[in-house]
């Protein structure tokens, strides 16, 4: 996990800026967000990036619930989170301003299109008057900007339509964020021409709004240098890219394929957020990869056991209805003993909930989602690089112990890009699978003393053919048992073989104190959040220190020797206490829930306030 | 995997294990005709695998020396599947009841067919649940009284051959447990096939559903109420083949003929006419058995194939995709 470890978050934040976008889900907010998010990155700035779109894909104009947003925080080194509250905001409409300016901050900027504050948008987004005019914005800085009709002069020349000419305005507003922030049109160029190959014209109208609105930025009457600092640390070393979640995940699961040199079979159905994964690999095809969207959820989970009972690594992913509807596939790779990775990007629930907003609700549903005794591993990556190196150990867990491994992640993780350093391939180790190939001794489940994992036969092995199922199996050979004594003996096996598994995810204090009044236990998305208010309180003189569970089950052998350095615990996640209840009940330990579903990350003000409430003393 | 010829008996593939099917079970005989086409096939019996569902046909890997998966109820044609997609060289055959088949798996099945997936599909339809003892089926003739249907079935009856060709299936045949000849003949046919290939077995439940279809498969009634059909041939039936079935396209249906030499000739690559049999269910018709519909169509891996050439990744292969968009600082 040593390539995985997140920044050094010993040292306190310098300053940092935090930018704002809210547009129409329409009007390209998500590719501007994503296009300002990798200049910022290859001006050397660390960044955390939250897109927060709505489930419609094209709500209509204007209105409040078809608001796309984005936000990114970016300064030096050990940016975590996309920030509390933004320094400023672009808000192309009523309605996104109307949704978006309580997330700035007093004296905070806002740019806005005065083009787009027509009566019915007004009316639309529910103002009874135009805020741009008289003093309800009176607590920011307010810029207006007449970006559609600066965006159709500017791209008048390369003789597009009117309709192009509307859809040029987030590269206006681009090029105007490289004027008030810093960072290079390059990259974004040669991406527009990259992206509109095919139709250069409208290639040319991009490029030449993104450099018009980068021009315009020189008339505007605004001191840039008020709105950011050049936070640019000391130039970092070596190779990086951003990469999302999703991206990260996806590399991963690639990785898995170049260090086994098995066949990797990526099996899922649509589903939002996990559909991204998909899409990623698909691109990947043929090289040591193949994607299938199956028909359902329970295709595609009984699809990858096939691949891996077949000798390659099945993987299957989905969100949390889709995780509901592999149960009963989950847990006949846990009877059968087949290695298979299971991804869920978890999202708001129950039901269809909020599809696009993160929650970390699904924790109990992995534990414990499956009929009968099922015990399998629960990892969760913390940061979207994490997804890397977890979903690499996930894999490994998988093919060593003969196990279905599931791994947590959630919208926020798949979404959210940051700046990574390319871990060095070569120093990956290699994942090695036991295929058997000897008959001589041959049982199917016979166990290997030390792992108590089984051997993995595959059809075509000379002298193995052997037959196994969902119903009970005789230890040893395998064959149909409906014997008390056994299945009370495979069922320990089974629960024994997942106890001991040993993981390279470290269980350590991950920052503040390593003993003293508060423990603070996070895990998955909430990570940045945590580590910010940990640093808050501990700047304050409290004795906190802050522990991210990667493996949520087993759950780390170390953790109890950590849970009693502590006087409290205290377990903020985005649930109504999941994680809380688990250590609770294993540890007969008094962890304190911080819990929170609202489809958004923690704020760290917010998290600082809880916190401070839990501190031994505090006023209850 | 070499191509050669292993010499093998049915007995080969016969397991250790007990066979649990109730005695007189249609089942023996569809396992006796299975073997027998495996030891035909002259495979070795490591590059074949049976997968199955949940049901009493889906024992069915137990008992074939083979590889063998009994996986959950509905999903083996996905499980199945994914053997193929890890590893295509495999003999896979897929063997479910109907409610594996068109209940709980209907999803499963509609899709293997329309992909093309290159699996041998044994629908065994006794048209009962039996081991859950005795409900319904989908396949249930209207008026079957069962545990769950008291008063007998309202809901009209499934046509699985008539699904299999809907649902875009490019092999599609029905047999009958009781024909020791026919069903081989069929099974080998379908083994041949290279895509998904579906066979209907008529299967008899001695215990829930005795003689579902016992005027049509019993020795005695079999020439008069069957017609099995031969790519090329005339649609004969009758003791001497003395009667045969001429078919009314602008009908889609058959009619009698005395005159053999009017009998219309099989010709499996018509879909309408392979339609036309499958949906032929009339007291007063004979029904059709043999393949009904058989044309060459690229098999999912192969199309998969085509689209990407499936290769292993180097970790060399693997640096240039991490470095994508990458920058050195």
Known sequence: MTAAAPANHAHAPTTRTVVRFAGDSGDGIQVLGAEFAKAVALDRHDLMTLPDFPAEIRAPAGSTFGVSAFQIQFGDDGVLTPGDQADALFAFNPAALKTNVGALKPGGLIVADPGAFSARNLKRAGYAANPLDGDALSRYRLVTVDIARLTAEAVAATGVGKKQAGRAKNFWSLGLCFWLFGGERGATIEWIEGKFAKAPEVAASNVAALNAGHAYGETLELDAGSTAQDTRTAPRHGLFRTVTGTDAMGLGLAAVAALSGLKLTYCSYPITPASALLHFLAGLNGRGVSTFQAEDEIASATAAIGASYAGGLGVTASSGPGLVLKGEALGLAVAVELPLVAIDVQRAGPSTGMPTKPEQADLNLALYGRHGEAPLPVLAPATPAECFHVVIEAARLAMQYMTPVLVLSDAYIANAAQAWQLPDVDALPAITPAFRTEPRGFQPFARNPDTLARPWATPGTTGLAHRIGGLERGAGAGDISYDPDNHEAMSRLRAAKVAGIESTLPCEIDGGAEAGDLLVIGWGSTYGAIVEAVQGLTSQGHAVGHLHLRQLWPLPPNLADILQRFRAVAVPELNHGQLARLIRSEFLVDAQPIGQMRGQPFKVAHLEAELTALLPGAPR | ?329
């Open chain 2, 1 to 329: 995997m070499s191509g050669q010829v292993i010499a093998l008996t049915a007995r080969d593939f016969e397991t250790d294990q007990e066979v649990r099917w109730c005695p007189g079970c249609g089942d023996y005989a569809i396992l006796k005709s299975v073997r027998r086409v495996l030891a035909q096939l002259g495979r070795r019996r490591e590059d074949t695998v049976f997968v199955s569902g949940i049901g009493c046909a889906a024992r069915f890997p137990y008992y074939v020396d083979t590889y063998g998966f009994h996986s959950i109820h509905g999903r083996a044609p996905s499980l199945a599947t994914g053997i193929k997609l890890a590893n295509p060289a495999l003999d896979v055959w897929v063997v479910g009841g109907d409610a594996d088949f068109l209940a709980i798996g209907g999803n499963h099945l509609l899709h293997v067919l329309r992909r093309n997936v290159d699996l041998n599909l044994v629908l065994v339809n006794n048209a009962i649940y039996g081991l859950t003892k005795g409900q319904a089926s989908p396949t249930s003739s209207v008026g079957t009284r069962s545990p769950s249907s008291p008063a007998g079935t309202f809901d009209a009856p499934m046509n699985p051959a008539a699904l299999a060709l809907g649902a875009g299936g490019s092999f599609v045949a029905r047999s009958a447990d009781m024909l020791q000849d026919h069903l081989p003949e069929t099974l080998l046919r379908a083994s041949a096939y290279r895509g998904a290939a579906f066979v209907e077995v008529l299967q008899n439940c001695i215990v829930y559903n005795d003689n579902a279809f016992g005027d049509l498969t019993r020795k005695a009634a079999r020439a008069e109420k069957t017609v099995q059909v031969r790519h090329g041939e005339p649609m004969l039936f009758g003791a001497n083949g003395e009667r045969g079935l001429v078919y009314e396209p602008w009908q889609g249906t058959f009619r009698i003929t005395e005159n053999v030499a009017e009998a219309t000739l099989h010709d499996e690559t018509n879909p309408a006419l392979a339609m036309a049999l499958a949906r032929l269910v009339d007291d007063a018709l004979p029904m059709p058995l043999g393949v009904f519909y058989a044309v060459p169509r690229p098999h999912y891996v192969a199309a998969l194939e085509a689209n990407a050439p499936q290769q292993p990744l180097t970790r060399g292969e693997f640096k240039d995709i991490l470095r994508t968009g990458s920058w050195r600082a």
